[in-house]
Every structure is written in structure tokens, then in C-alpha cells.
């Protein structure tokens, strides 16, 4: 399956969902992830994402291997997004941010 990583979180541009063809992402607060269980590794999600967020699973840097986990779990949790919406109101500050686990709402 694909991973998304830590650069989402507080940007979730979305424009990853719309091209979808399983209507696998799931949606937090400031953060998506996918559910491993329905992402069929079709690709077409990673090149849409402006910040490099996804990954493929086998792919996923050494950095950011708890994103793994992290996006089986909540994806369990989580509604459904299938369609863009805006980004966060500050994603284009919060972009180049490292390090942004710990604001990582569920
Ligand atoms: Fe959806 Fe394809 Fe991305 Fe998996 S790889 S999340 S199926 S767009
Ligand atoms: Fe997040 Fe990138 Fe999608 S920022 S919402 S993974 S387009």
C-alpha cells in the first residue's frame, strides 16, 4: 500500500483524493492518511501531492517508517474524503516545517 508522511500534516492539500480511483483516503483534523487495506498501488496519488507526502510502503524513508502504523491505525478510525477541498489555512507555512509529528491531531 501507500504511506502518507509527515509532510501533510498541517498543510492536507487533498489534492491526492480526487485521483483515487478506490476512495481510500481517510481524513483527520490536519492530516490524511490511507487505508492499506484498499489502496490497489495504482501510483496516481504521488505525484499530486505539492509536498512529497506519499510513499510507496516499500519506499517509505527511514525517517518516517511510523507513518506506517500510523496510517493502519487511523485509517480505521477516520471518515472517508473524496473530493479536494482547500488546504489548512497556513499549509503553505507549515510545508517546509520538519518534525511535525507532535502536532499530529487524531
Ligand atoms: Fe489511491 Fe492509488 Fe494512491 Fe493507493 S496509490 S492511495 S489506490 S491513488
Ligand atoms: Fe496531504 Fe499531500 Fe494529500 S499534503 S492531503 S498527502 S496532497
Redesign the pocket.
Known amino acids: 500500500a501507500y504511506v ?1 508522511t509527515e ?2 500534516i498541517k ?7 480526487d485521483v483515487c480511483p478506490v476512495d481510500c483516503f481517510r481524513e483527520g483534523p490536519n492530516f ?1 492518511v490511507i487505508d492499506p487495506d484498499e489502496c490497489i498501488d495504482c501510483t496516481l496519488c504521488v505525484a ?4 512529497e ?2 510513499y510507496a510502503e516499500d519506499d517509505v524513508p527511514d525517517s518516517q517508517l511510523d507513518f506506517i502504523a500510523l496510517n493502519a491505525e487511523l485509517s480505521k478510525e477516520w471518515q472517508p474524503i473524496i473530493e479536494k477541498k482547500d488546504a489548512l489555512p497556513d499549509a503553505d507555512e507549515w510545508a517546509s516545517v520538519t518534525d511535525k509529528l507532535d502536532e499530529l491531531q487524531r
Not at 11 to 17: A, G, R
Not at 48 to 51: I, T
Open positions: 502518507v509532510n501533510c498543510c492536507k492539500y487533498t489534492d491526492c483524493v490524511l499530486e501531492c505539492p509536498v507526502a506519499i
